[in-house]
């Protein structure tokens, strides 16, 4: 069994950054493109941190501001997609500073929510996933969904979470493991 976290293809990532720099030169019409690219999965990234629908649309329509107001500022040749993945989780954690609200550290829900549509209903092989996620320790789900979701790399997985890089490493490799043994 072949295990897909929600990974954008290369061909994907490629537009992310074509539309970054589309934005950043004015062409508005690139807004609507990335949102048809990569709205659903942000938006499953607002919905995690926010857990409320509602909120999380207003995170993700404030952070498309924040993509069109700091799009020149984006460096070329980088991860397009992880970087407005962190507008939008940014974003989010501001919402929750600014109303007071408790940001809840369960992130079990959020596999499910990778582009609008319900995971679960559309792949047969999904239960299995997702039980196996959650038989994962907290911390060993945290980097598994920080790189496969998020695409982040060991080294940004550390300065996000304040985790060492080889501790990062090896729950990263020691997750890996027990998920490949489960599914097998």
């Given amino acids: 069994m072949t295990i897909v976290f929600f990974a954008f293809s290369d ?9 970054i720099a589309r934005i950043a030169n004015g062409d508005t019409s ?5 949102y048809r690219l990569a709205g659903g999965r942000l938006l499953s990234v607002a919905q995690g941190i926010m857990r409320n629908k509602y909120n999380a649309e207003d ?10 107001r700091y799009a020149k500022q984006f460096r070329a040749g980088t991860n397009g997609y992880a970087w407005v993945c962190k507008i939008v989780k940014n974003t989010a954690l501001n919402k929750l500073k600014s109303e007071h609200l408790r940001r ?3 992130i079990d829900d959020i596999f ?12 047969a092989c999904s239960m299995d996933i997702k039980r196996a996620m959650l038989s994962l320790q907290p911390k060993e789900r945290l980097v598994i969904w920080l790189k496969y979701y998020n695409e982040m790399t060991v080294r940004e ?3 996000d979470t304040g985790i060492k890089k080889t501790t990062v490493q090896d729950l990263i490799k020691r997750a890996e493991l027990k998920l490949r043994n489960m599914l097998e």
């Fill in 112 to 123: 499910g929510l990778s582009d609008g549509k319900d995971f679960y209903e559309n792949h």
């Fill in 59 to 68: 995170v993700l329509h404030d952070s498309f501001i924040k993509i069109v």
């Fill in 104 to 106: 809840a550290e369960n």
């Fill in 30 to 34: 690139a807004i609507g493109d990335l």
């Fill in 11 to 19: 061909e994907d990532r490629s537009a992310v950054n074509i539309y």
């Fill in 157 to 159: 997985i550390a300065a």
